[in-house]
């Protein structure tokens, strides 16, 4: 499929199923940040999947009470707490295991955030059958800090 269309073409976009797998240790600062970037995508075909790793902070509580006041669709979404800590390996591992068949696995930090509400549009429009992987990067936000001598 050519993406995009030529114009006057009939051809639909995909719409391909996507999950977020988010790994969390002691991530209450970004929480917010991290779930709002995800939950204000404009393509709404996807799940998350939460996994908070024996964080000693209040990460658990806070992702949840954010995907509460959101009303984010309970069949959509599955957030857990470790025990103990499992580290992110084991528990992508877990996610990936448990999830939809042939759903696109799109992995976040619990300190991360996309930069668009468009992520998922783009990948999507990107993701046909000759695609099987993509990789994502990071862009360094700086803020000026002004010193004075007094």
Same mark, same amino acid.
């Not at 240790?25 to 929480?31: G, H």
């Not at 658990?60 to 006041?69: G, N, R, T, V, Y």
């Not at 984010?72 to 599955?78: C, G, Y």
């Given at each position: ?7 006057g ?7 391909n ?8 240790? #002691?991530?209450? &600062? ?9 939950? +204000? ?6 799940? @998350? $999947? ?34 103990? #800590?499992?580290? &992110? ?9 448990? +999830? ?6 799109? @992995? $976040? ?9 468009r ?32």
């Amino acid at each position: 499929m050519r993406w995009p269309p030529r114009k006057g073409s009939k051809v639909q976009p995909r719409s391909n199923h996507f999950t977020f797998i988010i790994t969390s240790y #002691n991530c209450e &600062k970004y929480v917010e940040k991290n779930l709002n970037s995800i939950l +204000s995508q404009s393509y709404d075909n996807y799940d @998350i $999947v939460y996994v908070d790793d024996a964080s000693t902070d209040y990460t658990f509580e806070k992702a949840k009470q954010i995907l509460e006041e959101k009303k984010f669709a309970s069949d959509r979404l599955n957030i857990t707490r470790n025990s103990f #800590n499992k580290g &992110k390996m084991e528990n992508v591992y877990n996610a990936v295991k448990k +999830s939809k068949e042939n759903t696109i696995i799109v @992995i $976040v930090d619990g300190d991360d955030w996309l930069i668009s509400e468009r992520v998922l549009t783009l990948l999507n429009n990107v993701y046909d059958d000759n695609v099987w992987m993509t990789n994502g990067s990071y862009r360094v936000q700086y803020t000026m800090h002004y010193f004075f001598n007094s």
